[in-house]
């Protein structure tokens, strides 16, 4: 079992910047690809971004690309997800996940996830 936490959201205007960090407990952290995704209301879940486990890949989406980064740091078990110019189409609830080796955009293939983080843009 991995057990993740989010936490960094909050309220912020448009054009601001936000820091996620999630952090893991459990099996070696370091063996599990990490993504972002995220949830607005009546829509569903989309990917934001994803790292391999050991950080040396990513990928993300085309409407976030430029504005956000993904990182790791595997000595402290911690995925971050770095958001600047941030606009009202941002707002969602931000949820980190981890999956066995291989990082990916389809939610479906993994494995554990946060209860996440609420992430509000105001213009």
């Known amino acids: 079992q991995v057990q993740l936490v989010e936490s960094g959201g909050g309220l912020v205007q448009a054009g601001g910047s936000l820091r996620l960090s999630c952090a893991a407990s459990g099996r070696t952290f370091s063996n599990y690809a990490m993504g972002w995704f995220r949830q607005a209301p009546g829509k569903e879940r989309e990917f934001v971004a994803a790292?391999?486990?050991?950080?040396?890949?990513?990928s993300y989406a085309d409407s976030v690309k430029g504005r956000f980064t993904i990182t790791r740091d595997n000595a402290k078990n911690t995925v971050y997800l770095q958001m600047n110019s941030l606009k009202s189409e941002d707002t969602a609830v931000y949820s980190c996940?981890?999956?066995?080796?291989?990082?990916?955009?389809?939610?479906?293939?993994?494995?554990?996830w946060g209860q996440g983080t609420q992430v509000t843009v105001s213009s």
């Open positions: 790292i391999s486990w050991s950080g040396g890949s990513t």
């Open positions: 996940a981890a999956r066995w080796m291989m990082y990916g955009s389809n939610d479906k293939e993994y494995n554990y």
